[in-house]
């Protein structure tokens, strides 16, 4: 036997009970897309950037066992195959092809014998027990007051309403992007001072804007941003000299990774949020209403043929625990009032006709864990403060005064949790 094993089974909880002597775990997570394993081992697979192969060893003993877990919950994105290499699985010739494609599997295999060979005595998904605190507050920052560009804030409490004025710090600038990242705090992104920046501002889990940080990325305005995977983000999109496709990620820490060429149609001023438990959504943008699902591992999808109004520069949120909401912008034409839900699996719906003040150049977050804030931007009668609450159903609320300097170009993100 090429490894003894001594009471390590899957107990009733799914997990495993490792005996003094047993099975060893091999502690350097598995990240290629290639492996050999060996009997009386077990293996951590990620699968976040590619498939991976696993061959198994070409000779076994009865009882000889292997155990192999999805490390990073991807393996419904990026499967495992299993190459028996050369013996019997689950009594079928090693001509056969053994995938498993199921996020959060744990499989426990045991060789029996040559008839049977190696047999899945367990192949677990472990349900995802856990999803990110709701987001309770958010925070609207800089933008252009009509005379000048600024760089204050304002901050929406739990129940949406909107504080006073707090004088901002890093430069003054319209047009960016922000999310929430880390769970409870947020980052804003880019804009256009006198010229499109690449700068950064990270925003505390108590609302506190940092000072510029030098980015890492192409300069750009007009960018969407929203967080994934529960406690990441994502920068996409936007205009430098031209609209433009590109990404960039931002782990749980904040820090922004490099460009990654885009996926989908280049466009600006572009609908972003987050729907689902842990997945976002871009849309619109420009003259287009096309939009662009978002893995829970970052991956930007290929064009989806749009539903309802072409637009740009509106505002998106999520709202209830995980569907989201279009709202407003430029069709062209002038500012436009109508709203798009998204469903708990990304698809949009056609218009419908909103109560809330047409304009554009306004932005949404979620605040007080399942609804929507609206606030600020350009109407027909010039720079307004107007909010508009949106319930857990989606609905949203007549225009309200809001607070604060009336600005456009303003940029809203979530921040702290419970």
């Not at 994934?228 to 990404?247: E, N, Q």
Request: charged share 10%; hydrophobic share 35%; aromatic share 6%.
């Amino acid at each position: 036997m090429s490894g003894s094993v001594k009471d390590n089974v899957f107990g009733s909880s799914g997990t495993v009970a490792a005996a003094a002597g047993g099975l060893s775990w091999d502690t350097a997570v598995v990240t290629g897309s290639t492996v050999t394993v060996e009997a009386a081992n077990g293996y951590f697979i990620n699968t976040t950037s590619n498939a991976c192969t696993i061959t198994l060893p070409s000779s076994a003993e009865a009882g000889d066992q292997i155990i192999l877990i999805d490390y990073a919950r991807t393996w419904g994105t990026n499967a495992i195959t299993i190459d028996s290499n050369g013996l019997n699985f689950q009594g079928d010739p090693d001509t056969y092809t053994v995938d498993y494609n199921t996020a959060g599997q744990s499989i426990n295999l045991v060789y029996a014998d040559s008839t049977n060979g190696w047999i899945p005595t367990s192949d677990i998904t472990n349900a995802l027990d856990h999803v990110a605190p709701p987001t309770q507050r958010a925070l609207f920052a800089f933008g252009h007051n009509g005379s000048a560009l600024i760089s204050l804030s304002n901050i929406v409490d739990s129940s949406g309403g909107v504080g006073s004025d707090v004088s901002g710090v890093g430069t003054a600038r319209r047009s960016g992007c922000g999310a929430t990242y880390g769970l409870d705090k947020g980052i804003i992104f880019g804009g256009f001072t006198d010229a499109n920046v690449g700068i950064t501002n990270l925003v505390s889990n108590s609302g506190v804007v940092a000072s510029d940080v030098s980015a890492v990325g192409t300069a750009r305005q007009g960018a969407g941003a929203m967080e994934y995977g529960g406690d990441k983000a994502i920068i996409a999109y936007g205009y430098t000299s031209g609209d433009v496709s590109m990404s960039n990620l931002v782990n749980s820490s904040g820090v922004v990774a490099s460009d990654v060429t885009g996926v989908g149609t280049a466009r600006s001023s572009i609908g972003d949020t987050g729907y689902g438990a842990d997945l976002g959504i871009f849309a619109y943008g420009g003259a287009n209403s096309m939009s662009n699902l978002v893995t829970n591992t970052g991956v930007i999808g290929s064009d989806v043929t749009g539903v309802g109004s072409a637009r740009s520069c509106g505002g998106a949120a999520r709202y209830s625990t995980d569907r989201a909401i279009f709202c407003g912008g430029n069709t062209g034409g002038g500012g436009t009032a109508v709203t798009n839900l998204v469903s708990s699996v990304g698809v949009v719906a056609s218009d419908t006709a909103a109560v809330h003040l047409k304009r554009t150049d306004m932005d949404a977050a979620r605040y007080g864990s399942d609804k929507a804030i609206l606030a600020y931007g350009y109407a027909d009668a010039g720079i307004v403060t107007t909010k508009n609450l949106i319930n857990n159903s989606g609905v949203v609320a007549a225009d309200a005064t809001g607070a604060g300097t009336a600005r456009y170009g303003c940029i809203a993100v979530g921040f702290e949790n419970e």
